[in-house]
C-alpha cells in the first residue's frame, strides 16, 4: 500500500483444506485440528512431507491426529503415540532417510571413518558406486527444476525414487562391503559414496523437512568439519556434476532391478521364500543389447536371487508357450461388430501363429491384420500375453521381460536354505541379546542326529555368517558350551521360527 506496488511476485498456495472425511472443519463440529496441537502430536516436518507430497489444485485431506486420550497413554506406557495408518504412510520415507542414516554411522563408528580423512577419486571406485552417483546427478537437477517452477510433487517424487533405489539397491548390494573387517580401499569407496549421497540429500531434503535435516547435518558435516556452515540452511544448494552422469549404466542397471523384480514375484507365486537357493533362472528380453548387458551383469541377478545359474533364452527356446487373451471390455468399444470376427480369428490360429502373434505384441507391443477389407491394429494392451513354463518352473513377466523359475529343490539345495534360514534366526536371536553389530560370540546348537550332521557340514558357514568364534553343535544338551550364556531361545514346529519340522535349542553366549 505504501509504495504502490504487488505485496509478492508469486503466490503459491493450496485449495482447501478439509477433514479426513472431506467435510470442512469447523470448531462447532468439533472437527476442527488446530495447527500447534498437530505440529506438537505428528511432528512438523511429518506435516510439511504431506504438503509437499499434495498436488495443490486438489483439496488436502488432513489425517486425523492423536486424541488427548491417545496421548495420555502414550505418556503412561511410555511407548511412542500410535500414528493413524495415513501418517505413517506420510512417514515412510523420513523413516527411511532415518535408517539409511543410522546404517552409515553404526558401521562408520565401529570403523572409526571420518570421511574428511579419506579421498577417492570416482573413477577408482565400483561400478554400482558409479550408478548410484549418477542417480544422485539426475536427482539434483529434477528437484531443482521442479522447485524453480514451484512444484513440489515433482522434487518430492524424484526424491523418494532415489531414497528406495538408494535404500533397496545401492546399501543393499554394499553391505557385504561395509561388514568385511578391514577397511580397504572398497569399503572406502562405499563410505564416501553413501557419505556423498547423504549429506547431498539432506541439502536438498532441507527446504521440505528443516527440523530432521537440521539434525542430521549436524551430526554428519558439523561433527566432523568445524569449517562446515553453521547450519544445513546456509549450505550452497548442490549443482549438477555432468561428468558423474551414466545413461548406459543407469539403463543396465533398472534393467536388472527389473528382472530381479520378475524374479521375486516368480519365487512368490511358486511360494518358495528368497533364502532358499534354488538352481536356475531363465530370462528373455526384448533387445540384443539388453541380452548382453545381462550377460555381463548376471551375478548381481543370482545373488539378489539366491540362484546359481542363469541362463538368456532366445525366441526358438522351448522353455516357454504362450497364450494370447483378448481383452473383450476394451475391444467392444473400439471395433463394435467386428470384435467377434477378431474373436474368431484368433480362435483359429494354430499353436506356431500363437507363437508368433505373441511374439510381435511382445517386442513391438502391436499386432495387425485385416479382416473384411478392414485394417485392424491390436495393442499389447487390448490382448494379453500370458507366457507358460514347462513342468518344474514358474513365470513372471513385464512388457516382453520374461523370467522362468526352474522350482525343484534338490537335497543339497534344501540343505543350504536350511543353514540359511538357521543363520538368519540367530542375527535376530544376537539383537534380542543385545549383542553389538561388531560382537563376537559363543553359540551352541543341540538339536538331533539328521540336522546335526547338516550343521556341521556347513558349521564355517554358520559361524562366518554370525560372528562365532565358539561354535559347538551337539545332540546331547550334557555338552556345555565353553562360554558364559546370555541370551536361549527354542526354534520348533510350533514357534515362529519354523526349521521344516526340526527342533533346535539355540544358546548364545559372550567369549
Same mark, same amino acid.
Request: with cysteine; glycine share 4%; net charge negative.
Given at each position: 500500500?505504501?509504495?504502490?506496488?504487488?505485496?509478492?511476485?508469486?503466490?503459491?498456495?493450496?485449495?482447501?483444506?478439509?477433514?479426513?472425511?472431506?467435510?470442512?472443519?469447523?470448531?462447532?463440529?468439533?472437527?476442527?485440528?488446530?495447527?500447534?496441537?498437530?505440529?506438537?502430536?505428528?511432528?512438523?516436518?511429518?506435516?510439511?512431507?504431506?504438503?509437499?507430497?499434495?498436488?495443490?489444485?486438489?483439496?488436502?485431506?488432513?489425517?486425523?491426529?492423536?486424541?488427548?486420550?491417545?496421548?495420555?497413554?502414550?505418556?503412561?506406557?511410555?511407548?511412542?503415540?500410535?500414528?493413524?495408518?495415513?501418517?505413517?504412510?506420510?512417514?515412510?520415507?523420513?523413516?527411511?532417510?532415518?535408517?539409511?542414516?543410522?546404517?552409515?554411522?553404526?558401521?562408520?563408528?565401529?570403523?572409526?571413518?571420518d570421511?574428511?580423512?579419506?579421498?577417492?577419486?570416482?573413477?577408482?571406485r565400483?561400478?554400482?558406486?558409479?550408478?548410484?552417483?549418477?542417480?544422485?546427478?539426475?536427482?539434483?537437477?529434477? $528437484?531443482?527444476?521442479? =522447485?524453480?517452477?514451484?512444484?513440489?510433487?515433482? +522434487?518430492?517424487t @524424484?526424491?523418494? /525414487?532415489? &531414497?528406495?533405489? !538408494?535404500?533397496?539397491?545401492?546399501?543393499?548390494?554394499?553391505?557385504?562391503?561395509?561388514?568385511?573387517?578391514?577397511?580397504?580401499?572398497?569399503?572406502?569407496?562405499?563410505?564416501?559414496?553413501?557419505?556423498?549421497?547423504?549429506?547431498?540429500?539432506v541439502?536438498?531434503?532441507?527446504?521440505?523437512?528443516?527440523?530432521?535435516?537440521?539434525?542430521?547435518?549436524?551430526?554428519?558435516?558439523?561433527?566432523?568439519?568445524?569449517?562446515?556452515?553453521?547450519?544445513?540452511?546456509?549450505?550452497?544448494?548442490?549443482?549438477?556434476?555432468?561428468?558423474?552422469?551414466?545413461?548406459?549404466?543407469?539403463?543396465?542397471?533398472?534393467?536388472v532391478?527389473?528382472?530381479?523384480?520378475?524374479?521375486?514375484?516368480?519365487?512368490?507365486?511358486?511360494?518358495?521364500? $528368497?533364502?532358499?537357493? =534354488?538352481?536356475?533362472?531363465?530370462?528373455?528380453? +526384448?533387445?540384443? @543389447?539388453?541380452? /548382453?548387458? &545381462?550377460?555381463? !551383469?548376471?551375478?548381481?541377478?543370482?545373488?539378489?536371487l539366491?540362484?546359481?545359474?542363469?541362463?538368456?533364452?532366445?525366441?526358438?527356446?522351448?522353455?516357454?508357450?504362450?497364450?494370447?487373451?483378448?481383452?473383450?471390455?476394451?475391444?467392444?468399444?473400439?471395433?463394435g461388430?467386428?470384435?467377434?470376427?477378431?474373436l474368431?480369428?484368433?480362435?483359429?490360429?494354430?499353436?506356431?501363429?500363437?507363437?508368433?502373434?505373441?511374439?510381435?505384441?511382445?517386442?513391438?507391443?502391436?499386432?495387425?491384420?485385416?479382416?473384411?477389407?478392414?485394417?485392424?491394429?491390436?495393442?499389447?494392451?487390448?490382448?494379453?500375453?500370458?507366457?507358460?513354463?514347462?513342468?518344474?518352473?514358474?513365470?513372471?513377466?513385464?512388457?516382453?521381460?520374461?523370467?522362468?523359475?526352474?522350482?525343484?529343490?534338490?537335497?543339497?539345495?534344501?540343505?543350504?536354505?536350511?543353514?540359511?534360514?538357521?543363520?538368519?534366526?540367530?542375527?535376530?536371536?544376537?539383537?534380542?541379546?543385545?549383542?553389538?553389530?561388531?560382537?563376537?560370540?559363543?553359540?551352541?546348537?543341540?538339536?538331533?542326529?539328521?540336522?546335526?550332521?547338516?550343521?556341521?557340514?556347513?558349521?564355517?558357514?554358520?559361524?562366518?555368517?554370525?560372528?562365532?568364534?565358539?561354535?559347538?553343535?551337539?545332540?546331547?544338551?550334557?555338552?556345555?558350551?565353553?562360554?558364559?550364556?546370555?541370551?536361549?531361545?527354542?526354534?520348533s514346529?510350533?514357534?515362529?521360527?519354523?526349521l521344516?519340522?526340526?527342533?533346535?535349542?539355540?544358546?548364545?553366549?559372550?567369549?
Open positions: 500500500i505504501l509504495e504502490d506496488t504487488a505485496p509478492f511476485k508469486t503466490l503459491f498456495g493450496y485449495a482447501t483444506l478439509v477433514a479426513e472425511d472431506g467435510t470442512p472443519m469447523h470448531k462447532s463440529k468439533g472437527n476442527m485440528i488446530v495447527f500447534d496441537e498437530a505440529a506438537e502430536r505428528v511432528g512438523s516436518d511429518t506435516m510439511r512431507w504431506l504438503f509437499a507430497n499434495h498436488i495443490p489444485e486438489k483439496n488436502l485431506h488432513f489425517p486425523r491426529i492423536p486424541t488427548d486420550e491417545d496421548m495420555e497413554k502414550a505418556a503412561q506406557t511410555g511407548l511412542p503415540v500410535r500414528l493413524s495408518e495415513k501418517w505413517m504412510l506420510v512417514r515412510r520415507t523420513l523413516d527411511k532417510i532415518w535408517n539409511v542414516y543410522s546404517f552409515f554411522v553404526n558401521y562408520a563408528n565401529i570403523d572409526r571413518f570421511p574428511t580423512q579419506h579421498q577417492l577419486p570416482t573413477a577408482e565400483s561400478e554400482l558406486d558409479h550408478w548410484i552417483l549418477s542417480e544422485l546427478q539426475m536427482t539434483i537437477r529434477e $528437484v531443482t527444476d521442479g =522447485l524453480e517452477h514451484y512444484d513440489t510433487v515433482k +522434487p518430492t @524424484a526424491i523418494q /525414487e532415489f &531414497l528406495d533405489d !538408494l535404500s533397496n539397491w545401492y546399501l543393499r548390494r554394499s553391505r557385504e562391503r561395509v561388514w568385511k573387517p578391514e577397511l580397504d580401499s572398497d569399503k572406502t569407496a562405499a563410505y564416501l559414496t553413501l557419505y556423498e549421497c547423504l549429506t547431498t540429500l541439502t536438498l531434503l532441507s527446504p521440505f523437512i528443516p527440523f530432521m535435516t537440521e539434525e542430521l547435518y549436524q551430526n554428519l558435516v558439523r561433527s566432523v568439519d568445524d569449517n562446515a556452515p553453521l547450519s544445513v540452511h546456509l549450505c550452497d544448494w548442490p549443482q549438477v556434476n555432468e561428468d558423474l552422469l551414466d545413461e548406459r549404466l543407469t539403463n543396465e542397471t533398472h534393467l532391478m527389473r528382472i530381479v523384480g520378475l524374479g521375486r514375484s516368480a519365487r512368490e507365486k511358486a511360494q518358495i521364500r $528368497v533364502r532358499q537357493p =534354488l538352481n536356475a533362472l531363465y530370462v528373455r528380453v +526384448p533387445s540384443v @543389447a539388453e541380452e /548382453e548387458a &545381462l550377460s555381463r !551383469l548376471s551375478e548381481q541377478v543370482l545373488e539378489e539366491n540362484i546359481k545359474r542363469l541362463q538368456l533364452i532366445g525366441d526358438d527356446s522351448d522353455m516357454l508357450s504362450y497364450t494370447l487373451k483378448p481383452q473383450v471390455k476394451v475391444l467392444g468399444p473400439k471395433f461388430h467386428l470384435v467377434q470376427k477378431i474368431t480369428r484368433f480362435k483359429a490360429l494354430d499353436p506356431h501363429g500363437v507363437q508368433e502373434a505373441a511374439k510381435l505384441l511382445i517386442e513391438t507391443g502391436k499386432l495387425n491384420f485385416t479382416i473384411d477389407g478392414q485394417q485392424v491394429e491390436l495393442t499389447s494392451d487390448e490382448v494379453e500375453v500370458i507366457a507358460t513354463a514347462r513342468p518344474g518352473f514358474v513365470t513372471a513377466e513385464e512388457r516382453g521381460y520374461i523370467v522362468a523359475l526352474e522350482t525343484t529343490i534338490t537335497p543339497q539345495l534344501r540343505e543350504e536354505g536350511l543353514v540359511r534360514d538357521l543363520t538368519h534366526y540367530v542375527q535376530d536371536m544376537r539383537k534380542k541379546a543385545n549383542f553389538s553389530i561388531e560382537d563376537h560370540i559363543g553359540l551352541a546348537l543341540y538339536t538331533d542326529r539328521d540336522l546335526a550332521q547338516v550343521l556341521q557340514h556347513y558349521g564355517s558357514t554358520i559361524a562366518s555368517e554370525t560372528l562365532t568364534d565358539d561354535l559347538l553343535i551337539s545332540i546331547d544338551h550334557k555338552d556345555k558350551p565353553s562360554f558364559n550364556e546370555v541370551y536361549r531361545e527354542t526354534i514346529p510350533n514357534s515362529i521360527k519354523k521344516e519340522g526340526y527342533t533346535v535349542e539355540v544358546v548364545l553366549g559372550r567369549l
